[in-house]
């Protein structure tokens, strides 16, 4: 038989059929192989760091339009590849950070000591003591200045000078004066006190202990007196005889001091008359208030009395200045 029999036909067809189909997964084989070294390509090529050109993903959706790849999480190579840095991506609004709150301590300073102000020129200028016409060289002055020579009360200030102005030390306290009230031309007996500017004597009295003062201080004691006789030739001094003797000037013009307690309990000796110019005038005395006028003293309430006499120094030359306010610049 030309072509061979039905069995052999058979077989050799089905022998085609086999080397087809061999030829077939042969191919099959080689597109699987070069399908997993593209596969594995693409792996080592994506392992590094993914780089993204601005706008490939806004919103994710990338610059085609379509979806965007989900994210892959790769693991570290050995690969080292070499990239520019990634780009930074800002926003439309540009927000200015700002530095943390922090809440500083508010420190408390001390309120600086309060000092008093200093006089002025023109106060220091304005003030009694600076007008007077002369001072005399002294650092401390007491003015009584009243308002006319008729009156027996007088306004007395105590005044200090201090560095560059006179201060008040004591007052304005009321005086008392002669019951004749101001004179400038005193003479024994006629019940005014002296106008004028006047130091003090050297010892200050008193019938009751030093109220401490910075003078010398005398205690009266019973034969103690003030010669104001103008004939005696002791006149206008301080006198201590035996207690039970009977002075010559005690004739009723000189006065038993240690009788006078309400008072000489201390007083200064005003320096009018030092001279002891007979009938000008004697025992002008600063001495503590006896609850009206003088007869031709200066006095004041005991305990502004002491005040003022314990302030009084030697050393400061204090002077008393009295005089109606119209005069009393002129001493």
Known sequence: MAHGSA?????????????????????????????????????????????????????GVDAAGGAAAAPTTTSTTTTTTTTEPPPTTTSTTTRTALPPTTTTPRQVVAAPPTVPPSPSTTTCAAVLPARLANRYGAGQIITVEASGYGVTSATLIAWQWSGSCWTVVDGPWTARLGYSGLSTDKHEGDGTTPAGAYGFQSTIYGNAQNPGVHYPYRRIVCGGWWDEDSSSPTYN???????????????????????????????????YNPGRVPGLGSAIFFHADIGGPTAGCVSLPLGELDSVLDWLQPAQNPIIVMGTTSAITSY
């Open 7 to 59: 069995p052999a036909r058979r077989r050799h067809r089905l022998g085609l059929d086999l080397a087809r189909r061999h030829r077939l997964a042969s191919g099959l084989s080689v597109v699987a192989v070069v399908s997993l070294i593209a596969t594995a390509s693409a792996f080592a090529l994506t392992s590094g760091p993914v780089h993204r050109t601005p706008g490939t993903n806004i919103g």
């Open 237 to 271: 001094t301080f006198q201590e005889v035996p207690c039970s003797e009977n002075p010559p000037f005690a004739n009723g013009a000189s006065e038993a001091l240690w009788t006078e307690t309400q008072a000489y309990p201390s007083f200064a000796v005003i320096n």
